[in-house]
């Protein structure tokens, strides 16, 4: 009998050790179908094979989807269809303005060539709806201290500070009217980074929170079984290309906007001088139909200390106004507070702001000014 028992453990384990063989042939073999170098893939355990095979297998069906026109996209979004995998194909009859729509496929495939120019600046990161990372360009390590293969296939709200996550979903949410109309995603985020201060790599664990500037634009599918997803490129704040020039002027601000100082360009680009603008708001000085744009940058400055502000209108002092960007940062005060030893207060919040095109708004005033000279004229007569 016990020689019975002792035959069939030593079957049990010989198919055990087969099994083990077998597996491990099959993810060698799928190790090796991975886009990968050699030196990467020699460290990948068996879980991150199938996670990143999975991200490769969607990123593939990504790339050859049929986006179609924005109707019929916007029409899948509409019946709910737009999921993460799979989507089921119905009929749709394009109305009219079809045509159109086909006409500027060339142009949407010009601007994410363009979009792609920008990860010189920073790295691209493609997100499903449900926030997986189904893909990330290879230079991420330079800005968070972790690979292309060990970030893809994770969600990103494993990475993200739990504070945005709230706003990370609303902008993975994919609506029709937003689809229709081509709404541009534009949001800052914090996200986990191991890069130390001197540029090293640390564990995650000791990981720190790197603010990153993200643009992009949803882009849905609307054949079976594929892929709808946010391309994102994402900058790292502050900016690394932020060098002073002859277009661009620094500035001081309180929590609430209030110019402390402003350097001598201000006079020259703007017209306004150090003592006008003391005590002033920025919000006297920005276009109408603009407030919300530094409201945003504003708040994100409260609650992530850096921003970017994206293109608002500014005053001349002698009329007009200029199209500008401000790339702002909230320095901590040096001195901890006594009544909290640990906390650093702000201070107030620096701003770097680049002028990006010339006076605008003149011609406005020169041809009222005409205008109202012949009226006087006509009324002399």
């Known amino acids: 009998m016990t020689a019975d028992k002792e035959k069939r453990r030593a079957i049990s384990r010989e198919a055990a050790r087969r099994r083990r063989r077998v597996e491990s042939e099959v993810f060698e073999d799928l190790s090796r179908l991975l886009p990968l170098q050699q030196s990467v893939r020699d460290h990948l355990d068996k879980p991150s094979v199938i996670r990143l095979t999975l991200s490769y297998i969607r990123m593939h069906t990504l790339l050859t989807g049929k986006t179609g026109t924005?109707?019929?996209?916007?029409?899948?979004?509409?019946?709910?269809q737009v999921t993460d995998g799979q989507m089921v194909r119905h009929e749709f009859n394009g109305g009219c303005g079809e045509e159109e729509e086909k006409e500027k496929y060339d142009a949407d495939a010009s601007e994410e060539t363009n979009m792609y120019l920008r990860i010189l600046e920073g790295f691209l990161m493609v997100l499903s709806t449900e926030g997986d990372m189904i893909y990330l360009s290879e230079n991420v390590s330079k800005y968070m201290g972790l690979t292309q293969?060990?970030?893809?296939?994770?969600?990103?709200?494993?990475?993200?500070?739990?504070?945005?996550?709230?706003?990370?979903?609303?902008?993975l949410r994919v609506t029709a009217e937003e689809v229709w109309s081509g709404e541009k995603r534009d949001f800052v985020m914090r996200i986990k980074s191991a890069l130390t201060h001197r540029g090293r790599s640390a564990n995650l664990k000791s990981a720190t929170w790197k603010v990153l500037h993200c643009q992009g634009r949803s882009k849905v599918c609307v054949a079976p079984s594929s892929v709808s997803c946010l391309l994102l490129t994402c900058q790292p704040l502050p900016l690394s290309h932020t060098l002073l020039s002859t277009q661009t002027f620094t500035s001081q601000h309180s929590m609430d906007m209030r110019f402390t100082y402003c350097d001598q360009r201000m006079t020259l680009l703007l017209g306004y001088s150090t003592e006008e603008l003391l005590g002033r708001s920025i919000y006297d000085l920005c276009h109408t139909r603009d407030t919300n744009c530094l409201t945003k940058n504003h708040f994100n400055l409260c609650f992530k200390s850096q921003s970017v502000s994206g293109r608002y209108r500014m005053l001349v002092r002698g009329g007009g106004y200029v199209w500008v960007e401000s790339h702002s940062a909230v320095i901590p005060n040096a001195h901890s507070s006594k009544s909290r030893p640990g906390a650093n207060q702000p201070l107030c919040i620096l701003c770097v702001t680049y002028v990006?095109?010339?006076?605008?708004?003149?011609?406005?005033?020169?041809?009222?000014?005409?205008?109202?000279?012949?009226?006087?004229?006509?009324?002399?007569?």
């Open 70 to 80: 924005k109707a019929e996209a916007s029409h899948k979004v509409k019946c709910g």
């Open 356 to 381: 990006l095109r010339c006076v605008c708004g003149l011609w406005f005033k020169a041809t009222f000014t005409v205008s109202t000279h012949f009226i006087e004229l006509y009324l002399s007569k």
């Open 149 to 171: 293969a060990e970030l893809m296939g994770h969600n990103i709200f494993e990475f993200s500070h739990p504070c945005d996550h709230e706003e990370l979903r609303n902008n």
